[in-house]
């Protein structure tokens, strides 16, 4: 009995205990960065007492003993604590969106990802600060299906970018719309201020921005001051570029070895090579590890009702070329108001300026000069190459140091934004915002007289030293504007009906406004030295009755739209997303400025429905979709196509005067209009297995019709072209993409995704014969129907004759030798004809793909990213020179010497059929990179608290590290702007290796 009293009395006090008011403080930080959230709200589970933390974090509240707190934070996600008498309770919350509720740019707003009928990846910014690039477009390299970029290793260049593959034989450049301003490049943007880059892929996503995107959407959208939040972010990387590689040329022995072999089977006098005992690494001497250096400071504010941040970056970047050089200064402010619960007004502005020293020296020079030659002479002089090779290449260290920084292109950029957006009706929103985008650059040059060199001779005779007097200084001058004023208005409506219902429709009216102007000119002069200081490179330094040449140009385009969209979404299941847009540009005749375009797409979201959920076990979600859009493309043509314009033509003599000739620049089509692109998309997106496995798949058709063409017209009796609307190109394809997230314990977690993507492009009708053909670099491209656009088009090599036998058995040009190539008779007449000239491969590589794995346990993370291509070809054009007077690819070793010798290699000589293009100078361009790899630290915040100290992350990282490929030229990547004439490399920029130290710190 006694025992049972006590137990009673216990029990009474406990729950008297317990049910006491307890005062309970605390701090509530974000898990991301352990910032402090303002204005979490703070409440006690089950009844009506709530607070909110201050601005740094802080919170009290009184609550039970026994109670239970709950923290809930717009965007991330809701955390509910017991108290158990705890008198101090710290909270970190997590962002709230799942990939699947993050929202997505779709072109005049944004949608759930998860309501999405079109094709819409996204990579976030956090990706993009993971590399050192001074231009944010190089980073997306490998990242998304579909999305093929070829870079360039030269300082501050951007890639070339294409977006399933080649719409149109004129322009396939994709559309930037930074922050919803349209633009051309996105060169300005600091890549640590952007938050996410969302690629629109297919035309039902596109088809909103009417005529312009065509050839797909890269949308950004930069870093806002987070709300709740005052925050201080430093980053900084410092590193070395590398190349990895260098062209595999013959050294000073086995030039003497070629050259002399090339004399004999010329029947030429013998070289004497008595004065020429040098044995000089050219590409050592013009090549150089270079310096990078990038730097990122933002400063965001957040007050009750309005947030600004402040982002400045720089970045400094070498070029692994002697004397290049890239600098950019950014500076962007970004404000936002809340003026009230139903209006809010803001504004960004952002300044830019670059500085290029561009490389001057060719690069091929390098590759050609003759290793024989010594750099200078013994009294310091400059040396002359060979009197076989001074016509064709100079001392390319003379030449560097010559050309040292006599050029500078300064430019100097400034976009700015204002917004105003109202909510009324509870449902309604109305958006006005205003635009510009202004842009100034400035190039001056100067090309100074040449030093005194000296020529070593050959065998007994004498070195000389000589002045070349025939060549002049130049002063060259540019200067470069364009101007953008851009508006748009819409109206929004966003409704949920008895919970079942989600409606979102848009109305919109937009208008964009784009001049340019250029004007340019040089002046030369025989004698005139200038100094070497940028500010006296002006025409008028030079008199001006010496040489003169000037050049501008300057366009006016203007383009108005109006647009609407329908979503609509039942039960999170039945999903439907509709677009139109009325188009009209001033690129047409007035008669053919209109078009209208639009989409439909239709969504099922299978893993919603109740059989789905009572029988299939983990799948978490499935996603099918189709959709379909139409779209125009006023990218592709001339300015002012429509219209009659002329050309100065040769000039006529008449008594004493010259009179000028004019002639017509070409004949317009009276009914000339946009390139026409529909498109058919069909997808399935997954995840499963508690979300931890995420799956795409993609088919697409997308047809281009109405192709802007120049043709000569049947019974012409001049070659004036003809600019008219005539071919059809199809581009279809699949893209994969998967991807795995999982955490093993509490301290470890890990993710590996991967891509992969096939297009196939095919010309069905091009021009106005059957037999129609645009060609591109000298015959080496060609498109015409049925084949692939710029394809590679040129004799098939079979091997090498190695008997006259071979040669009266075997098709061959009548000015065929042993040792020369043999080629494929194709249309099988017994002769070699430019009739055999057959398809070689594409330059577009068919198939792309990347991945990527990353780890991270407590404080470590580690991450590995690659990527490729397969399927196309690379014209080694710069290998066309081993058939002259320069130096020899290394595998000219190899040539034939004999019958047997080689089936391959062709004798070394300079006989021109053995110049012809052909298979011979075509590489595999496939290949595999390892694009980059970072080991980084992430300090314990406990640690870092007393010196006030957020967050503090150190990490290493390599890029490009290896490339596993067989192309012989510095990189795989071969020149693909131009669409009919892709794929050669005749001196490709190297794409080093960048090995840096970077920190990311936070205040």
């Known amino acids: 009995m006694k025992g049972k009293l006590l137990l009673f009395f216990y029990l009474i006090s406990v729950s008297y205990v317990f049910g006491q008011n307890i005062k309970v403080s605390g701090t509530v930080t974000d898990a991301s960065d352990q910032g402090p959230l303002i204005g979490v709200a703070v409440s006690v589970k089950g009844s009506t007492t709530a607070t909110q933390t201050n601005v740094d974090g802080n919170f009290t509240i009184d609550v039970p003993a026994n109670g239970t707190l709950v923290f809930s934070y717009i965007g991330y996600a809701t955390k509910e604590v017991a108290v158990n008498n705890q008198a101090n309770i710290n909270v970190t919350l997590s962002s709230g969106l799942q990939e699947l509720e993050q929202v997505v740019v779709v072109g005049y707003g944004t949608q759930r990802k998860r309501d999405v009928t079109g094709t819409v990846a996204s990579v976030k910014g956090e990706e993009i600060e993971k590399m050192t690039v001074t231009n944010p477009i190089n980073a997306l390299q490998g990242k998304v299906p579909g999305l093929t970029i070829s870079n360039s290793g030269t300082p501050g260049a951007t890639g070339t970018v294409r977006i399933r593959g080649i719409a149109s034989t004129n322009n396939s450049d994709p559309l930037y719309v930074v922050d919803g301003v349209l633009q051309d490049n996105i060169d300005y943007l600091n890549p640590a201020d952007i938050e996410t880059i969302d690629l629109l892929k297919d035309a039902s996503s596109t088809a909103i921005y009417g005529l312009r995107g065509a050839n797909g959407v890269i949308a950004i959208t930069t870093k806002r001051a987070a709300r709740g939040k005052s925050v201080v972010n430093l980053s900084s990387t410092v590193g070395v570029q590398h190349v990895q590689k260098q062209i595999d040329v013959t050294d000073a022995e086995g030039f003497k070895k070629l050259y002399s072999a090339t004399l004999a089977n010329l029947g030429s006098t013998p070289f004497d090579f008595k004065n020429y005992t040098a044995n000089t690494d050219w590409q050592k001497e013009i090549l150089r590890n270079a310096y990078i250096n990038t730097n990122s400071l933002s400063i965001s504010n957040t007050g009750e009702k309005s947030t600004t941040l402040v982002n400045v970056g720089y970045s400094d970047q070498d070029g692994v070329v002697k004397y290049s050089n890239f600098k950019k200064f950014i500076a962007r402010l970004s404000q936002e108001t809340k003026v009230n619960d139903a209006i809010r007004v803001g504004g960004d502005i952002t300044g830019y300026h670059f500085r290029n020293e561009p490389m001057r020296v060719n690069l091929n020079s390098a590759v050609w000069a003759v290793p024989i030659v010594p750099i200078r002479s013994e009294d310091g002089l400059f040396n002359a190459m060979p009197s076989f090779q001074r016509i064709q290449v100079a001392n390319p260290v003379?030449?560097?140091?010559?050309?040292?920084?006599?050029?500078?292109?300064?430019?100097?950029?400034?976009?700015?934004?204002?917004?105003?957006?109202?909510?009324?009706?509870?449902?309604?929103?109305?958006?006005?915002?205003?635009?510009?985008?202004?842009?100034?650059?400035?190039?001056?040059?100067?090309?100074?007289?040449?030093?005194?060199?000296?020529?070593?001779?050959?065998?007994?005779?004498?070195?000389?030293?000589?002045?070349?007097?025939?060549?002049?200084?130049?002063?060259?001058?540019?200067?470069?504007?364009?101007?953008?004023?851009?508006?748009?208005?819409?109206?929004?409506?966003?409704?949920?009906?008895?919970?079942?219902?989600?409606?979102?429709?848009?109305?919109?009216?937009?208008?964009?406004?784009?001049?340019?102007?250029?004007?340019?000119?040089?002046?030369?002069?025989?004698?005139?030295?200038?100094?070497?200081?940028?500010?006296?490179?002006?025409?008028?330094?030079?008199?001006?009755?010496?040489?003169?040449?000037?050049?501008?140009?300057?366009?006016?385009?203007?383009?108005?739209?109006?647009?609407?969209?329908?979503?609509?979404?039942?039960?999170?299941?039945?999903?439907?997303?509709?677009?139109?847009?009325?188009?009209?540009?001033?690129?047409?005749?007035?008669?053919?400025?209109?078009?209208?375009?639009?989409?439909?797409?239709?969504g099922w979201v299978a893993s919603e429905e109740d059989f789905f959920k009572d029988n299939i076990k983990g799948i978490d979600f499935l996603k099918l979709r189709a959709a379909w859009g139409k779209l125009g493309n006023s990218n592709s043509f001339t300015d002012n196509a429509y219209q009659q314009l002329l050309n100065t033509g040769s000039g006529a003599v008449f008594g004493d005067y010259i009179y000028p000739a004019i002639k017509r620049r070409f004949d317009p089509d009276p009914n000339l209009h946009w390139e026409v692109i529909q498109g058919l998309d069909i997808g399935m997106d997954v995840r499963a297995l508690e979300n931890r496995l995420s799956a795409e798949l993609n088919y697409y058709n997308k047809q281009t019709t109405d192709l802007f063409t120049t043709v000569i017209l049947p019974n012409s009796n001049d070659d004036i072209p003809y600019y008219t609307n005539l071919g059809k190109v199809t581009n279809k394809g699949v893209e994969i993409s998967l991807g795995w997230n999982d955490n093993l314990g509490e301290d470890f977690s890990y993710s590996v995704g991967g891509n992969f993507s096939y297009v196939k492009n095919k010309v069905v009708s091009i021009g106005n014969t059957s037999n129609f053909q645009l060609i591109g670099n000298g015959g080496a491209n060609l498109t015409e129907t049925g084949k692939s656009i710029g394809y590679f088009y040129g004799y098939r090599q079979v091997g090498i004759y190695q008997t006259t036998a071979d040669l009266d058995r075997m098709p061959a040009m009548p000015t065929s030798l042993p040792g020369d190539i043999a080629f494929e008779d194709t249309n099988g007449d017994g002769v070699i004809t430019p009739a055999d000239r057959t398809y070689l491969g594409t330059p577009f590589p068919p198939y792309s793909y990347g991945f990527s794995v990353s780890v991270a346990y407590k404080g470590f993370d580690a991450s590995i990213d690659g990527q490729g291509v397969a399927g196309n070809k690379i014209y080694a054009q710069w290998k066309t020179a081993s058939f002259t007077q320069l130096n020899y690819p290394a595998n000219r070793l190899n040539a034939w010497t004999g019958p047997g010798s080689t089936n391959i290699e062709p004798i070394i000589n300079s006989r021109?059929?053995?110049?012809?293009?052909?298979?011979?100078?075509?590489?595999?361009?496939?290949?595999?990179?390892?694009?980059?790899?970072?080991?980084?630290?992430?300090?314990?915040?406990?640690?870092?608290?007393?010196?006030?100290?957020?967050?503090?992350?150190?990490?290493?990282?390599?890029?490009?590290?290896?490339?596993?490929?067989?192309?012989?030229?510095?990189?795989?990547?071969?020149?693909?702007?131009?669409?009919?004439?892709?794929?050669?490399?005749?001196?490709?920029?190297?794409?080093?290796?960048?090995?840096?130290?970077?920190?990311?710190?936070?205040?």
Do not use: C
Not at 430 to 443: A, I, P
């Open 912 to 1003: 021109s059929n053995n110049l012809l293009f052909s298979s011979y100078f075509l590489e595999d361009g496939s290949y595999f990179r390892i694009r980059n790899v970072q080991l980084g630290y992430t300090f314990n915040p406990q640690m870092l608290t007393k010196a006030g100290i957020q967050k503090l992350r150190i990490y290493l990282s390599g890029q490009n590290i290896k490339t596993w490929s067989k192309v012989s030229g510095y990189s795989p990547e071969a020149q693909l702007s131009s669409i009919t004439a892709g794929g050669a490399d005749n001196g490709v920029y190297p794409v080093p290796s960048i090995y840096s130290f970077g920190l990311n710190l936070t205040f």
């Open 398 to 602: 003379y030449a560097a140091e010559r050309l040292r920084n006599t050029s500078v292109d300064r430019g100097y950029r400034a976009t700015g934004s204002l917004f105003g957006e109202i909510k009324f009706l509870k449902d309604f929103t109305w958006k006005s915002t205003v635009y510009t985008d202004l842009r100034f650059n400035n190039l001056r040059s100067y090309t100074p007289l040449p030093y005194t060199v000296v020529y070593l001779g050959e065998g007994t005779s004498p070195t000389t030293t000589f002045f070349d007097k025939s060549s002049r200084t130049t002063v060259f001058q540019e200067a470069f504007e364009r101007r953008m004023f851009q508006q748009d208005h819409t109206l929004n409506f966003d409704k949920v009906l008895k919970e079942d219902h989600r409606i979102n429709a848009m109305v919109g009216f937009t208008t964009v406004n784009i001049s340019n102007t250029n004007l340019n000119g040089s002046r030369t002069d025989s004698t005139l030295v200038v100094p070497n200081d940028p500010n006296l490179w002006y025409l008028d330094i030079i008199s001006k009755d010496n040489i003169t040449s000037v050049g501008g140009t300057g366009r006016l385009e203007s383009n108005v739209g109006v647009f609407g969209r329908l979503s609509y979404a039942y039960r999170n299941k039945y999903l439907l997303n509709a677009t139109i847009r009325r188009d009209g540009s001033s690129k047409f005749a007035p008669e053919n400025r209109w078009g209208t375009f639009g989409s439909v797409g239709l």
